[in-house]
């Protein structure tokens, strides 16, 4: 009686079933995966440098990637919460630090598409730059001395009123895509006269006389960013570079966008998986036979409690954004599974690389492997809002209904 073929391998590079569900998802999702391919060719160089990956910041651009959240009306494709997550995903298993820049630039235009707080002409300004020419925007918001700006408080970046307009000086950090961007959004405490110090946005042209770039991020994971300091001697924007602030009731609730900063760091989950899945199956250590250490019983523990985590990860961050996107009654009772999306998804990735490394042992420590840039990656996910104490609070106080 002859035994029947062996079942091929499980393909675990598969796409999250049960998506894509539409034309246009894998469209974005097909997108991300090409652009993704380019930005892994060289991320272990920029990384190992702590350079600024321009190249692939340029295909990126190039490809009408960056125009993705840019309302269709002027020439973007209008992405929701889930396509956008979708192919985020599979961008950022290419590379973390262009997964996480991307979306910064692109989830700014994707919460001002969606509450439309600014004044009309400067968003559609800022939105046909982008489409025509791949121009990028990011916030410069964070000082050291200030910490998170959603925890409140006053910058020390001040804006002077003028005759003509503001004069900005100070120091912002954490400026991912800072060598790349065409504006940055400065939060700055506005100084008028009769009036108390409050903070403001100002729409800033990273091309100002007095706007510097300080090199100065030298972090421990997402090295490529580019998230340098930008310092702002004596700059002098117009008056209508301020930016209508939190006083501005937005037309829509752009709440659900972050959901991608999960998608973000589920991708670079999926890498290390994908990396710790083939190395079980290739090492073959000569005192067992022949046998690679897939086959112990340990190693496939750890690949199931993995496979586990990015399901659930999946599962909340896609299951959250499609039922925003098609249930809107629905959002108000939902509101708290966003926080617990961003939450769960970054929690799981730093699981997921832990257990990657298990599989691999000290070889997973190199620096000609991969897996540790993931491993130092994911944990830049505890930084990015809200963080674990802010959602933790807001999932409670959902959950006792205070």
């Known amino acids: 009686m002859s035994s029947s073929p062996a079942a ?6 598969s796409l999250p079933l049960p998506y894509p569900k539409t034309e246009r998802q894998a469209e974005f999702m097909e997108l991300a995966e090409r652009l993704g391919a380019v930005a892994a060719e060289r991320a272990a160089e920029h990384d190992r440098e702590g350079s600024f990956p321009f190249e692939s ?36 298993r290419g590379d973390g630090s262009i997964g996480l820049g991307s979306w910064m630039h692109l989830g700014l ?10 004044p009309a002409a400067t968003f559609e300004q800022v939105c046909r730059a982008i489409v025509e020419r791949g121009a990028l925007i990011n916030s410069a918001a ?36 800072a ?8 939060m700055a405490a506005v100084e008028d006269p009769g009036h108390p110090a409050r903070r403001a946005n100002f729409l800033v042209p990273m091309s100002s006389p007095g706007l510097s770039i300080d090199e100065t991020w030298d972090a421990v994971g997402m090295r490529s960013t580019g998230s340098h300091d930008i310092v702002l001697d004596d700059v002098l924007v117009p008056e209508d570079a301020r930016l209508p602030g939190e006083e501005v009731p937005g037309v829509g609730d752009p709440r659900i966008w972050t959901v991608v900063s999960g998608a973000v760091y589920t991708g670079i989950a999926v890498a290390a998986r994908d990396f710790a899945v083939e190395f ?10 022949g046998a690679s250490i897939a086959e ?15 399901l659930q990860s999946r599962s909340i961050v896609y299951g959250t954004a499609e039922a925003w996107v098609e249930r809107p009654e629905l959002r108000e009772s939902i509101a708290w599974q966003v926080n617990a999306a961003k939450y769960v998804a970054t929690n799981n990735a730093i699981r997921v690389t832990d257990l ?47």
């Open 57 to 92: 910041v340029g295909a990126l651009r190039a490809s009408g990637y960056a125009a993705l959240t840019v309302p269709e009306e002027f020439g973007g494709r209008g992405a929701d919460p889930l396509e956008l997550a979708l192919a985020q995903e599979r961008l950022a």
């Open 8 to 13: 091929p391998p499980v393909d675990l590079r």
């Open 179 to 186: 060598p790349a961007l065409e504006w940055a959004i400065v």
């Open 109 to 118: 235009i994707a919460r001002q598409a969606t509450t439309r707080t600014w």
């Open 356 to 402: 990657a490394l298990r599989v691999v042992g000290s070889a997973g420590l190199a620096r000609g492997l991969p897996l540790e840039r993931y491993f130092r990656d994911v944990r830049a996910g505890l930084g990015n809002p809200p963080m674990d104490d802010i959602a933790l609070t807001l999932i409670g106080k959902a959950a006792l209904g205070l």
């Open 280 to 289: 079980a199956r290739g090492r073959r250590p000569s005192g067992q036979q």
């Open 142 to 177: 964070s000082e050291p001395a200030l910490g998170s700006p959603s925890r409140g408080g006053l910058t020390s970046t001040t804006a002077v009123r003028t005759s003509h307009g503001w004069r900005i000086n100070g120091r912002k950090s954490w400026t991912s895509l």
């Open 296 to 310: 112990y019983q340990a190693v496939q523990h750890r690949v199931a409690e993995m496979e586990m985590l990015i």
